[in-house]
């Protein structure tokens, strides 16, 4: 079997935008994220839930008029 055929599996630093860090191993010997388990919104718990009935609304509304506006032209 060849001799370096696969890389070094040392201690890797995983350290994220929050300043979260984290002693792992693998290949690497560093590496940077921007977002983790520690400040996700999701794993956090200060997720908020989106208005979609309004966004909905703004939708309708913005493409009712370009499509009234389409068919007055057309016709």
């Keep these: ?9 040392t201690e ?3 350290s994220c935008a929050c300043g979260h860090k984290l002693v792992t191993h693998g290949v690497m010997e560093s590496m940077h994220l921007d977002i983790c388990s520690a400040c996700h919104p999701f ?33």
């Design 1 to 9: 079997m060849k001799k370096e055929g696969h890389p070094e599996y």
């Design 12 to 14: 890797c630093e995983i």
């Design 43 to 75: 794993f956090t718990g200060k997720h908020k839930l989106v208005d979609t009935a309004g966004r909905i609304e703004k939708f309708n509304r913005k493409y009712k008029t370009a499509s009234s506006n389409s068919q007055t032209q057309a016709g």
